[in-house]
């Protein structure tokens, strides 16, 4: 039969995906797999393929994540040797859900393709796994200065307890003095990886550079960022950081309307 058994969904070969899978094997040898996918070793974490009448949401993500790859200097990923990226419907930590995840056992990064379909978050999650895997990758090399790091924090600060600041109170503010997101209070790591993705994400970007004016401790943060990108790929300059946002236009989900939902990541 022409077109193969007709079961009401989308199939694959016909939407396009592949052809996704395709450029960016080809162009940053970075295996995408939404099918048959292995249990990441060494995790805990459980994810659910994404079901085929939810294929359209994966050729948008698909869209997403191929522009947000677009933003990096073509070595990026030479340095990387980041092998695969999972694309997934849900992702569970022992019972949490979870947006993304680095496996820096299998050097993969896991990502959910569809929920809360919020475009902004989507291209957030993208660049925060993105960050573990560089730190992680180069902390086989080089120490990162932990010590240095908490330094820049106030005082008395204890990462670990986020619940108390609702995600909301970070909309038009920093959630406190120093910290991007609400997530960023959870751990070293996650602040790091939060600054990131928001330095990566051009409405984010925008309102880091505003809050930055008036909190030298998130500057400093920012700027430590900075240097560390920097050294891990030396493309990543303050030339790359001017010319970053520049000419690309109106990018779907990032036209500034949505900042409201902007904020949280994982
Ligand atoms: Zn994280």
Redesign the pocket.
């Known amino acids: 039969m022409a077109g193969g058994a007709s079961v009401g969904f989308a199939q694959d070969g016909m939407s396009g995906i592949p052809e996704y899978v395709t450029r960016v094997r080809a162009q940053y040898s970075i295996e995408l797999l939404y099918k048959d996918i292995p249990q990441p070793q060494g995790t805990t974490a459980l994810y659910q393929e994404v079901h085929p009448r939810n294929y359209s949401k994966l050729l948008a993500f698909l869209k997403i994540l191929e522009e947000e790859l677009g933003r990096y200097p073509s070595r990026f990923f030479e340095f990387s040797q980041l092998q695969q990226i999972y694309l997934v419907e849900k992702c569970f930590h022992h019972d949490r859900p979870m947006e993304?995840?680095?496996n820096d056992r299998d050097r993969v990064i896991l990502l959910e393709i569809a929920r809360g379909s919020n475009p902004i978050r989507q291209r957030h999650n993208i660049h925060?796994?993105l960050f573990?895997m560089m730190e992680r990758s180069v902390q086989r090399m080089v120490r990162l200065d932990e010590e240095e790091w908490s330094k820049l924090n106030k005082d008395h600060f204890v990462y670990g307890q986020p619940s108390r600041y609702k995600e909301s109170e970070s909309f038009s503010s920093p959630p406190r003095e120093g910290f991007a997101t609400v997530?960023s209070l959870t751990s070293p790591?996650?602040d790091r990886?939060e600054i990131y993705a928001c330095l990566m994400v051009r409405s984010q970007n925008r309102l880091l550079s505003k809050w930055m004016g008036s909190d030298p401790i998130l500057k400093q943060k920012v700027e430590y960022i900075k240097r560390f990108i920097v050294a891990y790929c030396p493309e990543m300059d303050e030339r790359y950081w001017d010319r970053l946002f520049k000419g690309t236009g109106n990018v779907p989900g990032e036209d500034g309307s949505r900042e409201k939902e902007n904020f949280s990541?994982?």
């Open positions: 993304g995840l680095y925060h796994e573990h997530y790591q996650e990886a990541g994982r």
